[in-house]
């Protein structure tokens, strides 16, 4: 889409996952491949929502940026 669209629309991706996993979403994407492919935002509930400690999943998603 970044191809297309012009730099003032931003994208928005959810979807967001670590790594892949079993749950209810069909497309998702790594935060470091949503980035690559030219997302400006990314949306990332449930691996922060859902983890036994929000904080070191919230921390692990950003270091996987870097």
Same mark, same amino acid.
């Given at each position: 889409?970044r191809a297309?669209l012009?730099?003032e629309?931003? *994208?928005i991706?959810? #979807?967001i996952?670590?790594? +892949?996993?079993?749950?209810?979403?069909? @497309?998702?994407?790594?935060?470091k491949?949503?980035?690559? !492919? #030219? !997302?400006?935002f990314?949306v990332? #509930? @449930?691996?922060i929502t @859902? !983890?036994?400690?929000?904080?070191? +999943? +919230?921390r692990?998603?950003? $270091?996987? *940026? $870097?």
């Amino acid at each position: 889409l970044r191809a297309w669209l012009p730099r003032e629309i931003p *994208l928005i991706t959810p #979807g967001i996952r670590l790594s +892949a996993s079993d749950d209810d979403q069909k @497309r998702t994407m790594t935060p470091k491949d949503a980035i690559t !492919a #030219g !997302a400006d935002f990314l949306v990332i #509930g @449930r691996p922060i929502t @859902r !983890a036994i400690d929000p904080r070191s +999943a +919230a921390r692990s998603i950003f $270091e996987s *940026l $870097e």
